[in-house]
C-alpha cells in the first residue's frame, strides 16, 4: 500500500510539474488540494488511524438537510 502511495504522489508531481515552472499557482491549488486530501485518506487506511472523517457519515449527518433542500426546490 505504501509503494501505491509513492508512486500515485510522484506521478502527480510529475504531471503537476509544469505548472510549477509556470507558477500557475491558482490552477495547481485545486488538484493540490485533491491530493493532499487522497493522501491523507490513503494513510489513514494504511496506519488504521482515524485523521479525517469517513465521507459516509458525513453524507448521512447531511441527509436531512439534502431531502429539505430537494422538497424546497422540488427537485425529486
Not at 14 to 41: D, H, Q, T
Not at 64 to 74: D, G, S, Y
Amino acid at each position: 500500500m505504501l509503494y501505491a502511495i509513492i508512486v500515485f504522489n510522484l506521478l502527480s508531481l510529475v504531471f503537476f510539474y509544469p505548472l510549477m515552472v509556470k507558477k500557475a499557482w491558482r490552477e495547481l491549488s485545486g488538484p493540490l488540494l485533491i491530493l493532499i486530501i487522497a493522501n491523507l485518506y490513503a494513510f489513514q487506511y494504511h496506519l488504521d488511524i482515524s485523521i479525517i472523517p469517513n465521507p459516509g457519515n458525513l453524507a448521512t449527518k447531511l441527509q436531512p438537510l439534502a431531502k429539505a433542500m430537494a422538497r424546497f426546490f422540488q427537485l425529486n
